[in-house]
């Protein structure tokens, strides 16, 4: 599982299974935002039903599985976010980035685990496998 992340030092592809940075990397690959209507959205990912919201506020995640139509809370235990990304293969397997760590969660955020490098500070984050 390979992610591209955004930093203020540029695009890095990191290598979330085996938690090293693999180099420099080009911009993150186009993925549409979907339309959230939550108060205070930092970023929003998607893929199928799946909506993750990153809002400012403890914890900073709003997962929908049902398109928006219900929510739920998770990542009680995160810092402040910057970015998520969705796998589009597995909505289970979402990217959480805070300022300069990433978080990663395969079973569709209700457990997350750090991934070891810390980075520059962060502002975009991609699935690009």
């Known amino acids: 599982m390979i992610a591209a992340v955004e930093t203020v030092d540029g695009v890095l592809l990191v ?3 085996e938690e090293t940075v693999l180099g420099a990397g080009a911009e993150l690959p186009a993925a549409p935002v979907p339309t959230v209507e939550l108060p205070r959205v930092v970023a929003a990912a998607r893929c199928g039903a799946t ?3 990153l809002v400012e506020r403890r914890p900073p995640l709003a997962i929908s599985n049902d398109a928006g139509a219900t929510w739920r809370e998770a990542g009680g235990g995160l810092p402040a976010g910057f970015a998520v990304a969705v796998a589009e293969d597995d909505p289970d397997r979402m990217l959480f980035a805070a300022r ?3 978080y990663v969660s395969t079973n569709g955020g209700v457990f ?3 991934l070891a490098p810390e980075l520059p500070d962060i502002s975009g984050v991609a699935w690009l496998d």
């Open 15 to 17: 290598d979330v299974e």
């Open 51 to 53: 909506i993750v919201a």
């Open 100 to 102: 300069n760590r990433l």
């Open 112 to 114: 997350w685990r750090s």
